[in-house]
């Protein structure tokens, strides 16, 4: 899990899946993306892109800054593995 304070994020599934993991204010939300589908993450939420198949995804990914700062990762104590 990672957080961009100053960009939004957005992602457009090429092929395969791809599982986005989103936290806040302490809820875990997933939703799991297929070719053509389109997510947008806002600024300052914690999230997480995983390949849950078995074949390799191809993921397009927008960040909404012109120059945006590195990425916050989320606190170890939080982190889950999947």
Known sequence: MHRH???????YVLKGTVKI?????????????????FLSVPAGLYR???????EDAAVCVIVGAGRPERPVPMPSQNVRKE
């Open 21 to 37: 993991a989103v936290e806040h204010e302490g809820q875990r939300y997933e939703v799991v993306l297929m070719p053509n589908d």
């Open 48 to 54: 997480q892109e995983i390949n849950p198949g078995s």
């Open 5 to 11: 304070d100053d960009a939004e994020e957005a992602f």
